[in-house]
């Protein structure tokens, strides 16, 4: 079961629950009954994707990176695979239990998405791309079909993943001075997605502030620290604070769009997703 929850990158998954959350609060549909089960659909399609990211990297894993599960023999290729599929099928299922047809047709392309990322894309330029998109529609997993209220929040994540992903690739040998400066730039856009507008009470503004100012403060120095000199060791350290940032963003748009509360909910993912990553690697 350590070989699995390294495999999925277990712990890592407290990055997404506030996806779905922050659509639904986005596109005025608050999760209520069944929909509070579709942050866990989020869940098993992340996991599902760590599992493939792995299967595909198999070869490349075993030169670069032999401690984990696949290269060092603890998991077979094949039972990475499976995973990856079960806990597919598992997503999908607990996506359309929780918001019926409506959550399924984004659910599929979504599916769809982190296959084709993890088999085709992860590597090539368009790669962040896809990863980005894979976010973007989490949030919207959550919109209950009004996807078009939602967009700015997925774009905000979007944006951030995008960023986030591109930097990633230097975590071995270094990254770019002008990658980093990107992400960074990513960082600040999405900022400005989560604090912007009017809507929702001046309580709800102010602790969106608070939770974008955190997430541009951590991931920003970081980001700004690799830009400075992109070395592996940096680039690691941005790309950490980028998915734990995904956090705080999210509790920012949550609370942007009126949901304070929820918001400071989700906060306290990030303290505990930090504690962990410290046994089971995010990256």
Known sequence: MGAVAELVRAPAALTVLGDTVAGAAASGSPLRGRRWTLPLASVALYWAGMALNDWADRDLDAVERPERPIPSGRLSAGAALATGGVLTAAGLGIAWFGGGQRSLRVALPLAGAIWAYDT?????AAGPCGMAAC???DVLLGAGGRWRDAAPAAIALGVHTHGVTALSAGEVHGGSARTARTALAGTAVATALAVAGRRGSRRDR??????????AATVGRAQYGAAERPSAPRVRAATMAGIHGMVPLQAGLTARYGAARVAAALATALPLARRLARKVSPT
């Open 120 to 124: 085709k894309l992860k590597g090539t």
């Open 206 to 215: 102010l602790a969106a502030l608070g939770f974008a100012g955190g997430y």
């Open 135 to 137: 976010r973007a529609l």
